[in-house]
């Protein structure tokens, strides 16, 4: 039973909140905010998604930088709450288009309505946006996208002067577009998660994939769509047995139903080790030519999430070197190769490295003509950062190019042992659109005729972004 839910600010700022049982005290939200903003634990930086205050569980999930809150009095799964909460986020952004504090104020009635007919007295009732529109009779009031930062989700697609229209990240499911037509239009987002983790001689140790098929549609009449993959996927590894099952997006996460199924593909050049699918697809031909078949839900949904352990080519290859240059002073060499196509760009490139305990200061020395990178020595962490971003509205990190840095370091004590003990691993964050590592790859985007004229914008999109990129030294 869910207790309460609010959303705050990155300031702390009160957005929403609705009490639902009355069993937990008016002022959690600030008990709340005071705890995480000062949350020191066991050495630990953030505090955890999941924490217990007097006797009140308390559960939160970061949105485009807001945070998803809910309380409970009573033991309840962990991993339910948090999936509910990022459901409510997702609902919410279907109906509002633009998830951000702005929108959710001037917004706050529809916002109300949806959480009334999402929890009920702390039972959860439905997490679909097409039922709910059965129920929501508000409508939104639509923000201006141009109203945005430079660098919201929609940029990510973008890819040198051609950019896809980022309005399945703006629109709402139930506005329509200026002159009260309906623009009809599918989204198809691959978006894939990778965990890499390099050996201090460079050799990859551990590698995964984790993905997901994303699905926005704008089509009226909810037609039938076919969605095909590569001809030589093949699920699990050959000649064995592996596992997919449906997974329900309606009332809370009867999530996995696994059936046993035999790839009769073969090895193939793209092997998932596993997937799921969506309720609404179905899988009639799947084994046969690999496509899938549904009635595409009203709202943001995930088709097919999948997993992938086979090798693959990582995008960023990472070196590092330290050397001591005296008993109080010591140099780190970091050197960042992108190993992908030069006509793909990456964006949103933060590499970090824990520096010794006793390191006093750190000052910072960039190779000839970097443009538009930052560095940072967190003085309280014993961290450095170093922030490859783009240095303008154009520019990005393309493929094939290296980058350098070098950190000269300074000690309040003397060194005493290995030095690259103290220090490390070397942790990479990054955003890579149109380019995944799987190539796995949608091959056509059916949708069912209406009309010999009827022919809506299908648009597919690719982005490949790091879960866990970690380089040891």
Not at 134 to 160: C, H, K, T, W
Request: with cysteine; charged share 25%; net charge neutral.
């Amino acid at each position: 039973m869910i207790s309460q839910f609010f959303v705050l600010s990155q300031r702390g700022d009160n957005i929403v909140f609705r009490d639902y049982r009355g069993d937990v005290q008016k002022g959690s939200a600030e008990i709340f905010f005071r705890k995480v903003k000062f949350w020191k634990d066991d050495g630990e930086e953030e505090a955890p998604p999941v924490f217990n205050v007097d006797g009140v569980n308390y559960f939160h999930v970061k949105v485009v930088g807001l945070l998803f809150v809910a309380t409970t009095r009573v033991n309840m799964s962990p991993s339910l709450v948090l999936e509910l909460l990022q459901r409510i986020a997702r609902v919410i952004k279907d109906y509002l288009g633009i998830l951000n504090e702005d929108s959710i104020r001037k917004n706050f009635v529809l916002v109300y309505e949806l959480l009334d007919e999402v929890i009920d007295f702390g039972y959860v009732q439905t997490t679909s946006t097409e039922v709910l529109k059965s129920y929501v009779f508000n409508e939104p009031i639509v923000i201006d996208a141009a109203r945005l930062q430079p660098l919201n989700p929609a940029s990510m697609f973008m890819q040198g002067t051609k950019r896809m229209p980022g309005t399945a990240v703006t629109k709402s499911v139930v506005a329509n577009d200026p002159g009260g037509r309906k623009r009809e239009e599918i989204f198809v987002d691959i978006i894939e998660k990778i965990s890499v983790t390099f050996s201090s001689s460079g050799y990859i140790l551990t590698s995964e994939i984790d993905g997901t098929i994303q699905m926005k549609s704008y089509l009226s009449g909810n037609p039938e769509i076919r969605l095909a993959l590569n001809e030589d996927l093949a699920i699990g590894t050959s000649g064995g047995r592996a596992t997919y099952g449906i997974f329900q997006d309606l009332n809370c996460f009867s999530f996995v139903h696994h059936t046993d199924y035999r790839s009769s593909s073969g090895s193939g050049s793209v092997i998932l080790d596993d997937c799921n699918f969506h309720e609404s697809v179905r899988l009639d031909s799947f084994d046969i030519d690999r496509t899938l078949s549904l009635v595409p839900p009203d709202g943001e949904f995930p088709v097919m999430n999948y997993r992938m352990t086979q090798e693959f080519k990582p995008p960023f290859r990472i070196n590092t070197l330290i050397e001591e240059a005296g008993s109080l002073r010591a140099e780190v060499i970091l050197k960042i190769s992108a190993e992908f196509p030069s006509n793909i760009t990456a964006n949103t490139i933060i590499v970090q490295m824990p520096l010794p305990k006793y390191t006093a200061r750190a000052t910072f020395e960039l190779e000839a003509g970097a443009v538009g990178q930052t560095t940072d020595f967190k003085e309280s962490t014993k961290r450095l950062e170093w922030g490859l971003k783009k240095a303008s509205f154009l520019r990005y990190i393309s493929g094939g190019s290296e980058h350098t840095l070098r950190a000269k370091l300074t000690f309040s004590q003397e060194l005493h042992g290995n030095i690259t003990k103290e220090a490390g691993p070397v942790s990479l964050t990054f955003t890579i659109p149109m380019y995944n590592v799987s190539k796995l790859q949608v091959k056509y985007l059916q949708i069912a005729k209406k009309s010999s004229s009827y022919n809506p914008y299908r648009w597919v999109r690719y982005v490949t972004q790091a879960n866990s990129y970690v380089a040891r030294i």
